[in-house]
């Protein structure tokens, strides 16, 4: 499956794509009817996935079938191993005319897409390459623009903003990676552009300085070899909660630990972290990938910083 955190390079883990003219709508989107889309979205999703092996159930049984969903079921990341062979132009503009049909708060399309074809800056932004790079940003300026145009002072810059920008964003990035593995064309999903020094993307990209921020990466291009195993993933208590929240007891969370120790899954990131002398997977997990990260400081993390200058964190009062 498309993961939307994969490890950098350095650390290499073992693990292992013309629409119809849009129907007449009505002329403003409400927050409740992009909540329900979105609700609706994800219930289709839970309801897809196969029931868990720990209750019992046979992951294998079959269910209802259609193309979009042997395609979501075919979702795999490629980590690095991209063949040198460029995307037709056709097929870059068939994913980003699908991805920017995603559901979105207000219908106001608060993100960027910026297209890069040069490997040598692909691996500089994200620390991969591949046929083509897009690079997703949380991005206001466009309304903004807009407003300005018309008269208005338009300052979306509190965190409700950057929250409902972020959710835009993230919808039409998994929209991409839907449409372009429908295509045949595989993808890697990173954070990378988080890692090291933030502010290449703004001198690499000249991106706004102000309401536009990085958020993901996705690689397009077409392996070279397909993944040894597909990742697997958590699908029943913890995961998928009826009527109301459920919180685990110790045997339930004894259960998903195991799930996790169970190679067979292809739950986590490597298959060697027994032979690294740790009891159980998620032992290495939260020591040494989680924990390399986890030093408490008294200064402001960089990300922090850059949200701040970007005008989308609240002045508090003094």
Request: include cysteine; proline fraction near 6%.
């Given at each position: 499956?498309?993961?939307?955190?994969?490890?950098?390079?350095?650390?290499?883990?073992?693990?292992?794509?013309?629409?119809?003219?849009?129907?007449?709508?009505?002329?403003?989107?409400?927050?409740?009817?992009?909540?329900?889309?979105?609700?609706?979205?994800?219930?289709?999703?839970?309801?897809?996935?196969?029931?868990?092996?720990?209750?019992?159930?046979?992951?294998?049984?079959?269910?209802?079938?259609?193309?979009?969903?042997?395609?979501?079921?075919?979702?795999?990341?490629?980590?690095?191993?991209?063949?040198?062979?460029?995307?037709?132009?056709?097929?870059?503009?068939?994913?980003?005319?699908?991805?920017?049909?995603?559901?979105?708060?207000?219908?106001?399309?608060?993100?960027?897409?910026?297209?890069?074809?040069?490997?040598?800056?692909?691996?500089?932004?994200?620390?991969?390459?591949?046929?083509?790079?897009?690079?997703?940003?949380?991005?206001?300026?466009?309304?903004?623009?807009?407003?300005?145009?018309?008269?208005?002072?338009?300052?979306?810059?509190?965190?409700?903003?950057?929250?409902?920008a972020s959710i835009n964003t993230l919808l039409v990035v998994q929209t991409a990676v839907i449409a372009a593995r429908?295509?045949?064309?595989?993808?890697?999903?990173?954070?990378?552009?988080?890692?090291?020094?933030?502010?290449?993307?703004?001198?690499?990209?000249?991106?706004?300085?102000?309401?536009?921020?990085?958020?993901?990466?996705?690689?397009?291009?077409?392996?070279?070899?397909?993944?040894?195993?597909?990742?697997?993933?958590?699908?029943?208590?913890?995961?998928?909660?009826?009527?109301?929240?459920?919180?685990?007891?110790?045997?339930?969370?004894?259960?998903?630990?195991?799930?996790?120790?169970?190679?067979?899954?292809?739950?986590?990131?490597?298959?060697?972290?027994?032979?690294?002398?740790?009891?159980?997977?998620?032992?290495?997990?939260?020591?040494?990938?989680?924990?390399?990260?986890?030093?408490?400081?008294?200064?402001?993390?960089?990300?922090?910083?850059?949200?701040?200058?970007?005008?989308?964190?609240?002045?508090?009062?003094?």
């Amino acid at each position: 499956m498309t993961s939307s955190s994969s490890p950098p390079p350095s650390h290499n883990p073992k693990t292992v794509k013309t629409y119809p003219p849009s129907a007449a709508r009505p002329t403003r989107t409400s927050r409740r009817g992009f909540l329900c889309q979105s609700a609706l979205a994800g219930g289709a999703l839970l309801l897809l996935a196969p029931r868990s092996r720990a209750a019992g159930a046979d992951p294998t049984a079959a269910g209802p079938e259609n193309e979009t969903l042997k395609t979501i079921h075919r979702l795999h990341t490629t980590h690095g191993n991209f063949r040198d062979q460029p995307l037709p132009e056709e097929t870059l503009r068939t994913i980003l005319r699908a991805c920017v049909r995603a559901a979105g708060a207000s219908n106001n399309q608060s993100y960027s897409i910026i297209v890069v074809k040069e490997p040598a800056r692909m691996k500089q932004l994200c620390g991969y390459a591949g046929s083509c790079l897009l690079l997703f940003c949380a991005d206001y300026n466009r309304m903004k623009a807009s407003a300005a145009a018309l008269g208005y002072d338009y300052q979306p810059g509190t965190v409700v903003d950057f929250v409902n920008a972020s959710i835009n964003t993230l919808l039409v990035v998994q929209t991409a990676v839907i449409a372009a593995r429908s295509l045949g064309v595989d993808s890697l999903l990173t954070n990378g552009v988080h890692r090291g020094d933030m502010e290449r993307h703004w001198k690499l990209l000249d991106l706004p300085a102000t309401h536009c921020f990085p958020l993901l990466a996705l690689v397009l291009g077409y392996a070279d070899r397909e993944p040894a195993a597909r990742t697997g993933r958590l699908d029943g208590l913890g995961v998928v909660h009826q009527d109301q929240y459920h919180h685990l007891t110790k045997e339930e969370t004894d259960r998903i630990i195991r799930q996790y120790d169970d190679k067979d899954r292809h739950l986590g990131l490597n298959t060697d972290w027994d032979a690294q002398g740790y009891a159980h997977y998620l032992d290495w997990y939260f020591k040494a990938w989680v924990g390399r990260n986890l030093k408490p400081g008294t200064q402001e993390t960089q990300m922090l910083r850059l949200l701040k200058r970007s005008g989308f964190i609240e002045n508090q009062p003094g």
